[in-house]
């Protein structure tokens, strides 16, 4: 099973950019399909964007289309989040996932039996 970690979460102002990155230490990793999810206080977990195992499919919630890019190296057994002009409402800890099944990883609802979840980022955006 892959053990997952995010970093890269911080206090930032409307406008700025922050990358996520979500590292993982197993050499199984380039096999997983990956994912972020996000949770706002008092709020529900939401996708974010999700990358296949080999980095030639993606898919954003439309909330983030254009403003944040998701994209791997699976040599580094990472995956990033690049967020540009955050908003106030991108305010959230920040998961990342994996999965083997891609239709696991984009399920909505949020697939309850994802391999393996890390243990969050939080990103504060302040207007």
């Known amino acids: 099973q892959v053990h997952l970690v995010e970093s890269g979460g911080g206090a930032v102002q409307s406008g700025d950019s922050l990358r996520l990155t979500c590292s993982a230490t197993?050499?199984?990793?380039?096999?997983?399909?990956v994912a972020w999810f996000r949770q706002a206080p008092g709020q529900e977990r939401e996708f974010v964007a999700a990358i296949d195992w080999n980095g030639y499919g993606t898919k954003y919630t439309d909330s983030v289309q254009g403003r944040f890019t998701i994209f791997r190296n699976n040599y580094a057994k990472s995956v990033y989040l690049q967020m540009n002009s955050l908003r106030p409402e991108d305010t959230a800890v920040y998961y990342c996932?994996?999965?083997?099944?891609?239709?696991?990883?984009?399920?909505?609802?949020?697939?309850?039996?994802?391999?393996?979840w890390g243990q969050g980022t939080l990103v504060t955006v302040s207007s």
């Open positions: 197993s050499s199984l990793f380039s096999d997983y399909n």
């Open positions: 996932a994996a999965d083997m099944n891609w239709g696991r990883i984009v399920a909505d609802p949020i697939f309850n039996g994802l391999e393996a």
